[in-house]
């Protein structure tokens, strides 16, 4: 099996795991994001801890895209094979200060139980706004970032043929219209969970599903160990 092959299942596998991992995160922290009184309740602590692991594995897994699929993206491009490295480490940067986000809601919920007379209304609004700090860093990780991330892989593999071009504009598809879907959550059009949201990610989910299976499947397209 040579390099490239090798490579090409790597990252197959990795960018199934992403998939994985991030439906997986967003699920488990459902009791912390939806419940407004979650630092007064009983909690749902060892959920949350799961989807917080999800999540840590997913930031992992988009490291590892951007690491696995360097060597053959630098012979096309070194610049863009540089931009999506550094893309891919900044989406899982952002994703990381969001899981720290939602585990500071879990500790204020536990330092509340052994505080008798904690003020319950300020508890929330702390709650709250680290929710909402989590909810930004979703926007612009899992979104914007990985928008861009998308477009520029997507365009490489467009122009390299590494892929099959069908699914290299899927990418790009994907990769421009979950930025315009962000930009319409940042703008109040709809909430980011929503059907309007689920609905702009469906493209770009598709893509990284396909890519996956390809690269696992076919690998890189005849001719990519020369460049």
Known sequence: ???TRRTAIVAGVLFLVTEVAAIGGLALYRPVLHDTGYVLGSGADTQVFLGALCEFVLALAVTGTGAALYPVLRKRSEGAAIGYVCGRLLEAAVIVVGIISVLSVV???????????ADGSSLV???QA????????FLFGPNFVLG????????????????????AVLGLVGGTMICASATAVLFGVYEQVSAAGSLAALPVFAWEVTL??????????AGADAA
Request: glycine content about 10%.
């Open 1 to 3: 099996m040579g390099s």
């Open 212 to 221: 996956a299976v390809r690269l696992l499947a076919k690998g890189f397209d």
């Open 125 to 127: 609004t702390a709650g």
């Open 148 to 167: 861009a991330n998308t477009l520029v892989l997507a365009g490489l593999m467009y122009t390299s043929r590494l892929i099959p071009r069908w699914i």
């Open 130 to 137: 680290l929710v909402a700090f989590h909810d930004w860093t």
């Open 107 to 117: 500790t204020l919920r536990r330092q509340a139980e052994g505080a008798a007379s």
